[in-house]
């Protein structure tokens, strides 16, 4: 069995994964996504592997990779359509839509006059985002049509061209904090809960991690969510709203989970090598 690990970082998440590996006695050929190179029906830089388990923080490098491994016939963890899909908060949020997986409600426009005009539909306060992005990187809470129209003035003059799709999602006023589930295949395998005093509870933005019991409720919404976008190795993020319903705004396909393991005691990078061993090529 030899996996392949795509990554950009070997940050502490691709170490643990690499220690499930060896505990498995699987044969890992690391790939630095910067260092290759794909023609179109062959990558010289490639050895011979069964799986490839993507693990790269560039979205653009990891999706173009999963792309060339799928025509090379290779089987990848998660998917090229996965990664697509996850990718993007736009199409993951249509992805939920058409799998009816509760979501807050978004709109999606193209011009600072459409944007501003979907924020008054919304209401306010709302949250605009980039449709590519993690660590809450150029997240806004927008409480009034002033700061709306100030941080729309940014985004046009200092834009990058993805700057100039407005994603406008409503505000949750989630019991300052929201939950994130881990679901490998079909299966919710850990969740914690992010406390923060800001709205945004990203551990990376400082939120604290606590073990979250996973009730039925809370597993059958992450797995649907996961299977919206073609299912594999995905972290979902949900939020319980006031009247205590549960709703899922996005998922992850290269997760983060060192502050995970702690908390819940699953052996978060293990169940992730096995699922990918269990992927492979025969
Ligand atoms: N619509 C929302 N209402 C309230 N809080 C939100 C909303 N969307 C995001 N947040 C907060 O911001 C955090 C980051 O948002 P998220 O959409 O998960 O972006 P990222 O991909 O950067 O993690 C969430 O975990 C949550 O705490
Ligand atoms: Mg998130």
Not at 66 to 80: A, D, E, H, M
Not at 220 to 235: F, Q, T
Not at 251 to 273: A, K, L
Request: hydrophobic share 40%.
């Amino acid at each position: 069995m030899r996996l392949g690990l795509l990554y950009a970082l070997l940050r502490t998440e691709e170490k643990m994964l690499l220690k499930a590996a060896e505990d498995r006695s699987v044969t890992v050929e690391k790939l630095n996504a910067a260092q290759m190179s794909y023609e179109l029906d062959r990558c010289e830089q490639l050895p011979p592997v069964d799986v490839v388990l993507e693990r790269c923080v560039s979205h653009s490098r990891a999706l173009y990779a999963l792309r060339f491994f799928k025509s090379y016939g290779i089987p990848c963890v998660n998917t090229f359509e996965v990664a697509e899909i996850a990718g993007d908060k736009a199409l993951t949020s249509l992805a939920f839509a058409d799998h009816k997986v509760p979501t807050p409600r978004t709109i999606v426009a193209f011009s600072p006059e459409q944007a501003l005009a979907a924020l008054d539909t919304i209401g306010y306060p709302a949250v605009m985002k980039p449709v590519t992005g993690s660590w809450a990187r150029l997240l806004a809470k927008v409480e009034n049509v002033q700061q709306a129209e100030s941080i729309i003035e940014h985004k046009s003059v200092l834009g990058h061209y993805l700057h100039s799709i407005f994603y406008i999602q409503e505000y949750v006023d989630k019991p300052g904090r929201d939950l994130r589930t881990f679901v490998v295949g079909d299966e919710c395998i850990a969740g914690i809960t992010r406390a923060s005093e800001h709205w945004i509870t990203n551990t990376a933005r400082g939120g604290r991690a606590e073990a979250l019991k996973v009730t039925d409720e809370i597993a059958d919404l992450s797995v649907r969510a996961a299977n919206a976008v073609g299912g594999g190795v995905i972290a979902a993020d949900l939020m319980e709203r006031p009247d205590g319903s549960l709703t899922c705004h996005e998922v992850n396909y290269t997760m983060e989970f060192r502050n995970s393991v702690g908390p819940t005691g699953v052996d978060i990078p293990g169940r992730i090598i096995e699922y990918a061993i269990a992927q492979a090529r025969r």
